[in-house]
């Protein structure tokens, strides 16, 4: 069963894939949650969620501390499975249309296929070069110019190429916070993932750094989908195509970004987004 | 719970109602200065304006302001657009009825051409509009706006009565024709004054509603 998400994968189009090439799919789902409930022990901490979050476009899930979304991102790639006493109680997450929930499926696969960013850049002790060939280097590959050609591609692609291309070898601690979240941003698409997960990936980033990254958020969505959680109000205004408000582990509301930020249709939303309380 | 910034938004609040309690005062001072063949009053009018011109300026410099340090969203971001685009037209009725008052001088050097009869009635018309819209924003009544605009028809409609029939004057005898002219331009501010309070209207249902409900009979024709 191991195989079953790889599998799986390997038949999707390319587009659903974050292909460079071609118009991106934004019609049908990539990740689907159906009733979901999640346990931390006892504490039941998502209840009952469902959404479809669509292919290549940019969701952001919003809410107060401790309303749910940060573990809700963490299921899209069984981090959750890492915290002792966790489960899911019902419900179901399918990526791709597949059931990940299924223990048979390989989740350092899904982690391939559903990468991360985290709030704090975390780049591996080593040099540039070698935090973003890590991901391959431990599939096996050891072709240097393939290596040579991913690391630039993915570079080039969180917007840093320019800035790092004379110092490849030299390290990662050395750069500056928003360079050291656009490596983690670059690591995490070398290893070509179809879905992005940033958990506040700017809340320790300065207006500028914050910028880039945003800027870079609004490039990736074109070849990947991604989920990003902020506390951000404008943030997730400026950067989503969508948004989500959860509340005390429930769903409130989700839709159009410009539909959320203007005219939300609960009360518990508008409250939030507008600083009235959480 | 009242926040801290909240006082931003009622101080808005409370200069949009002293614009439009200035706006509809003028208006009022312009018919009365036509009705009554009052000089004093007219010049009053133009005296006032530049306050009203004032106010406006306040309250745009406080929407960017708001706007560019506290980022509303949502109905507070509603509030702030409607907030601009209520005291544009407040000014705008203001810029009318100094027209009104101006073409109004100008008719009391001469005898009347007719009796004042629909005029008044369209600034009747204009003036509940203008009432009845500021209440509608500050007692959230967007009902009551989708009401003041189907109103607005009724002004239109006296309006262009009372230009066939002031043509038909000038036709008749070309020696009433600055005075008709005079009438005509004064029945054409009040017209576009209902125009305005229309628009109030529509944003005050914007406001609480969130629903662009402007040129809709264009629309639907469309459709």
């Known amino acids: ?278 | 719970m009242n926040h801290f910034w909240e006082k931003n938004l009622t101080e808005i609040r409370e200069q949009l109602l002293l614009m439009s309690g200035l706006s509809e005062r003028s208006l009022s001072m312009a018919m009365r200065g036509l009705v009554n063949r009052d000089e004093t009053l007219c010049d009053s009018v133009e005296a006032e304006d530049s306050q009203i011109d004032l106010l406006e300026i306040q309250i745009d410099e406080m929407v960017i302001t708001y706007m560019a340090t506290h980022g509303p969203v949502a109905k507070d971001c509603r509030f702030m657009l409607a907030a601009s685009k209520i005291s544009s037209n407040l000014e705008r009725i203001a810029d009318q009825a100094t027209k009104i008052a101006r073409n109004a001088k100008r008719l009391n050097q001469e005898p009347l051409l007719k009796p004042l009869i629909d005029i008044p009635l369209m600034a009747q018309i204009g003036q509940e509009m203008l009432r009845d819209s500021m209440t509608a924003y500050v007692e959230a009544k967007p009902d009551l706006a989708t009401e003041i605009v189907a109103r607005d028809k009724s002004v239109n409609d006296i309006y262009k009565q009372l230009a066939r029939e002031l043509t038909s004057y000038m036709i008749e005898d070309p020696k009433t024709i600055t005075r008709a002219l005079n009438l005509l331009t004064v029945a054409k501010a009040l017209e576009r004054v209902a125009d305005h309070v229309t628009n109030i209207a529509e944003e005050v249902f914007y406001l609480y509603k969130g629903e662009d409900i402007r040129h809709e009979r264009g629309r639907k024709a469309i459709v």
């Open chain 1, 1 to 278: 069963m191991n195989a079953t998400f790889e599998t799986r994968m390997d038949t999707l189009p390319q587009a659903a894939r974050g292909s460079q090439q071609g118009a991106p799919d934004t019609s049908d789902p990539m990740i689907e949650i159906d009733h979901l409930d999640f346990y931390y022990g006892a504490n039941h901490a998502l209840r009952d969620i469902s959404l479809q979050i669509p292919g290549h476009q940019v969701t952001a899930f919003i809410g107060p501390s401790g309303c749910g979304k940060s573990t809700l991102l963490r299921c899209f790639n069984r981090m959750n499975d890492l915290i002792e006493g966790t489960r899911i109680g019902n419900g179901q997450i399918r990526i791709h249309g597949i059931d990940i929930s299924d223990p048979a499926v390989d989740t350092i696969a899904l982690r391939r296929q559903v990468g991360m960013v985290f709030q704090k850049s975390n780049p591996f002790p080593k040099s540039i070069y070698e935090n973003i060939a890590y991901g391959l280097q431990i599939q096996g590959v050891r072709d240097r110019r393939r290596l040579d050609e991913v690391v630039e591609k993915s570079l080039r692609g969180a917007a840093l190429w320019d800035e790092v291309k004379d110092r490849l070898h030299t390290s990662a601690l050395g750069l500056s916070g928003g360079q050291q979240q656009r490596v983690c941003i670059a690591r995490a698409i070398a290893v070509e993932p179809s879905i992005i997960l940033m958990d506040e990936p700017c809340s320790a980033l300065d207006p500028i750094a914050t910028a880039k990254v945003e800027e870079l958020i609004h490039e990736l969505k074109k070849n990947y989908t991604i989920v990003i959680v902020t506390h951000n109000m404008q943030q997730a205004g400026r950067c989503s195509d969508m948004t989500a408000f959860f509340y005390l582990g429930q769903l409130i509301e989700m839709g159009k970004t410009e539909k959320i930020f203007t005219n939300p249709v609960q009360k518990q939303t508008e409250d939030y987004i507008s600083g009235r309380f959480g």
